[in-house]
């Protein structure tokens, strides 16, 4: 009699469960990777709305790049300015450095000016033997930002209502209301007072 055997030959099982494994980690990674993204383009996002809100409307940024205001604002100097110095009732001063938009040659677009106040609205301003009077008065206007000794012909100016009249504190290199076609700064186009220098180095303005 003669028996018969069957082999059975098992084949391996499938690593279904490791299989599965590797791509719910592979899932997980991509999904992980794209909240960091999503995370940065929010973050970024946040702070191109903060510095638009910020140097729209609390601040402006401005790069000198003339001497005109030496030796208190130096040739490549970068300034901050306060928008709000006179958003809430307050008026630009005798003295105050500000900056405003202006057309300083005839035929040019208006540019952005950095100057101090000399004249307020309704004021006279006289410029005589080198030296500045407000409103007729026998004493000088004491000026010691000056770098040097003024020496300017002789002007006479009726500063309007709302209007401003600017100069440059290093005056004998300074273009300035003495020179332009239209000396007169109406107060709408001052956007800021000069607070400080932040390159090169900080320094406060006065």
Not at 96 to 111: N, R
Not at 124 to 149: A, G, M
Not at 181 to 193: G, H, M, N, R, Y
Request: hydrophobic content about 35%; aromatic content about 10%; glycine content about 6%.
């Amino acid at each position: 009699q003669t028996t018969e055997y069957t082999t059975v030959v098992s084949r391996p099982k499938r690593k279904e469960t490791s299989m599965n494994t590797s791509a719910k980690s592979e899932h997980t990674g991509n999904s992980g990777f794209k909240k960091e993204v999503l995370e940065w383009v929010k973050i970024l996002l946040a702070a191109a709305a903060i510095a638009f809100v910020l140097n729209t409307f609390v601040i402006a940024n401005s790069y000198i790049p003339s001497g005109s205001m030496e030796n208190t604002i130096m040739t490549g100097d970068r300034i901050i300015g306060s928008r709000l110095s006179y958003a809430f009732g307050a008026q630009p001063q005798r003295g105050d450095i500000v900056l405003f938009d202006h057309k300083a040659e005839p035929g040019k677009d208006k540019t952005r000016l950095v100057k101090r106040i000399i004249g307020l609205p309704g004021e006279t301003v006289d410029i005589r033997d080198n030296q500045i009077y407000i409103n007729q008065s026998d004493t000088p206007l004491d000026e010691p930002y000056l770098p040097e000794p003024m020496d300017s012909e002789n002007y006479h100016f009726q500063v309007p209502e709302g209007c401003y009249l600017m100069l440059g504190d290093n005056r004998n290199h300074s273009r300035d209301a003495r020179d332009w076609s239209d000396p007169f700064v109406p107060e709408e186009a001052i956007t800021a007072k000069a607070l400080f220098r932040y390159f090169p180095g900080i320094h406060w303005i006065s």
